[in-house]
């Protein structure tokens, strides 16, 4: 019998069961998520995978210590742990914020050292499917090209993907 010939005399059921034997099995594939914390900085934004940062802060006192290399700001009380904080903006050679401004504390962990890494903003806490992330562009510049892990589209702004395990490790080493 000819399918097509016989279609107006067909069920919507009997059309729908050869257009699902014609397009072949359905496949489910679950594809590994990405969590990313999306943070800007000095107008660009930037991420680093979740399950490095432990917490976001906001309104928290820095304590200055005299005698601190660049970039690190003080220290803070959290819940009675002494963290270190260090100003991304300074680590990634970026010039200084606005003492008014409304920045967030991530407090990380990478390469045996938890600190605080301050932020402009926090914008999102994603899952981003693995896929999505492109390999880093070679625009970027020198200083931040061992730091970046990928690249991928957010709201319409192209987000680097930092490594804080890198980026805290060549910190306690002097690299930054």
Wanted: net charge negative.
């Amino acid at each position: 019998m000819d399918e097509t010939a016989n279609r107006d005399d067909m069920t919507l059921d009997q059309v729908l069961a050869i257009r699902r034997g014609a397009a072949g099995p359905v496949v489910n594939v679950d594809e590994p998520l990405v969590k990313l914390v999306v943070f800007v900085l000095n107008g660009e934004w930037f991420a680093f995978h979740g399950e490095r940062v432990k917490e976001v802060l906001s309104d928290f006192p820095v304590y200055f210590l005299p005698g601190c290399p660049p970039g690190l700001e003080g220290v803070i009380n959290v819940r009675g742990d002494i963290e270190s904080v260090l100003s991304l903006r300074t680590v990634l050679r970026y010039p200084a914020a606005d003492a008014d401004s409304a920045s967030r504390i991530l407090l990380g962990q990478g390469a045996e050292i938890r600190s605080g890494l301050r932020v402009d903003s926090v914008e999102e806490v994603m899952d981003v499917p693995q896929s999505l992330i492109q390999a880093p562009p070679h625009t970027i510049p020198d200083h931040l090209r061992s730091l970046v892990l990928g690249i991928v589209a957010f709201q319409g702004h192209m987000v680097t993907i930092l490594d804080m395990d890198r980026l805290l490790a060549d910190y306690r080493v002097g690299a930054l």
